[in-house]
């Protein structure tokens, strides 16, 4: 990465650090339509929290549902319990929290781009986390 490129970065790190964790992802025509949510088998009950350690990446699939994956097919579906303004178009999100674990409980906050870097945006609940395998 080029000098340039890492002092452009730096404003929304510092945000992303305020914030407590962030999850932002490429646009672009590798990246699948942001309305399609593939196919999964639950695997559980629901759960209420997940540890933070236990999820590598996470993948926006519309305004209302999020992947928190382990591995490339297995993890946790969280259905927000409303619209989240922004988070469908944009696909990247941060939350603060001061536990090992993101709960139902939790905010994530959108992060828009705009003003040479990511604002905050809306802020949304989450909803249960429920254990899914994805269909291959």
Do not use: K
Not at 81 to 98: I, K, M, Q, V
Request: charged share 20%; glycine share 10%.
């Amino acid at each position: 990465m080029r000098l340039p490129a890492i002092r452009a970065a730096l404003p929304a790190l510092a945000l992303c650090a305020a914030l407590g964790g962030c999850y932002a992802y490429e646009r672009g025509p590798h990246r699948p339509p942001v309305d399609r949510i593939p196919a999964a088998r639950v695997t559980g009950p629901d759960q209420a929290c997940i540890p933070l350690r236990q999820f590598s990446e996470t993948r926006v699939r519309d305004s209302r549902t999020i992947d928190f994956l382990t591995s490339s097919h297995r993890g946790w579906r969280n259905v927000l319990p409303d619209d989240c303004p922004g988070l469908a178009s944009e696909r990247a999100f941060s939350f603060n929290t001061s536990l090992s674990q993101l709960c139902s409980t939790d905010i994530i906050r959108v992060l828009e781009q705009g003003g040479g870097g990511l604002q905050p945006g809306a802020a949304c609940g989450l909803g249960r986390f429920t254990p899914i395998e994805l269909a291959r």
